[in-house]
């Protein structure tokens, strides 16, 4: 089944400072990549995502970026903020039946 | 209501008891998922829904668990002789549609389900 590695599981950054998550994924028809962003006690939501006929899509402050041939995209917050502290994941879709498929989370802290 | 609703919010119950959770989704979203979380971890697939029938259950651990869906709306988990393994937080969550076109997911708050 599609595998997706996330990397790194905790990472910590100065108030002001970008933050870059990276995932990989294993199935190489996957077209849609999604990035959550879940706080304490609360479902994951949806902050940005992105499908294979682009190579970066921007909203703001985040940013993903995609490399289909490397089988890899990656999330990037910039001026990162308090409101940034939570747990994100990545995404993907195992093509086979469209299942989506959750990698295990970074947590990220934004220290003051 | 406006979002995915999950009941009940939080579940103690005792090893070989049965439980129910229940989701009720975004109304007129197709497809409906079950992930299960454990702590620091990420969502786990369990099961997803088209319509009334479930696409793909592979992700079920074994046959004491089963969801239905039998109207294509809310659905049900429903686990048999609970054991202190199955305690998680389980989620439910909507996408307005499914297969290839897969979109947006909307997640309820979970279940949090406590196996004493």
């Known amino acids: 089944g599609e595998n997706v590695e996330q990397h790194p599981s905790t990472l910590s950054v100065q108030e002001g400072d970008s933050a870059v998550i990276k995932c990989t994924y294993s199935?190489?028809?996957?077209?849609?990549f999604p990035w959550y962003k879940q706080e304490l006690g609360k479902g994951p939501q949806l902050i940005i995502d992105?499908?294979?006929?682009?190579g970066e899509k921007k909203d703001q402050r985040i940013a993903v970026t995609l490399n289909k041939t490397a089988k890899h995209f990656s999330l990037h917050i910039t001026e990162t903020q308090p409101e940034d502290s939570a747990v994100y994941f990545c995404?993907?879709?195992?093509?086979?039946?469209?299942?989506?498929?959750f990698g295990k989370g970074t947590r990220l802290h934004i220290l003051p | 209501g406006a979002g995915v609703s999950q009941t009940p919010s939080n579940k103690v119950t005792e090893k070989g008891k049965y439980v129910e959770l229940r989701c009720d989704p975004i109304s007129g979203h197709t497809a409906l998922y079950w992930y299960r979380q454990s702590l620091g971890q990420g969502p786990e697939f369990l099961i997803y829904?088209?319509?009334?029938?479930?696409?793909?259950d592979s992700g079920l651990p074994n046959d004491r668990f089963f969801a239905v869906r039998p109207e294509g709306s809310v659905s049900t988990l429903k686990i048999q002789r609970t054991e202190r393994g199955d305690s998680a937080v389980y989620l439910c969550?909507?996408?307005?549609?499914?297969?290839?076109?897969?979109?947006?997911?909307?997640f309820g708050e979970g279940s949090r389900l406590t196996v004493l």
């Open positions: 829904f088209q319509g009334t029938g479930a696409a793909d």
């Open positions: 969550a909507s996408s307005l549609l499914a297969g290839p076109n897969t979109g947006e997911l909307f």
């Open positions: 199935d190489s028809a996957s077209n849609y």
């Open positions: 995404a993907a879709p195992w093509k086979r039946d469209d299942k989506i498929i």
């Open positions: 992105i499908r294979s006929n682009v």
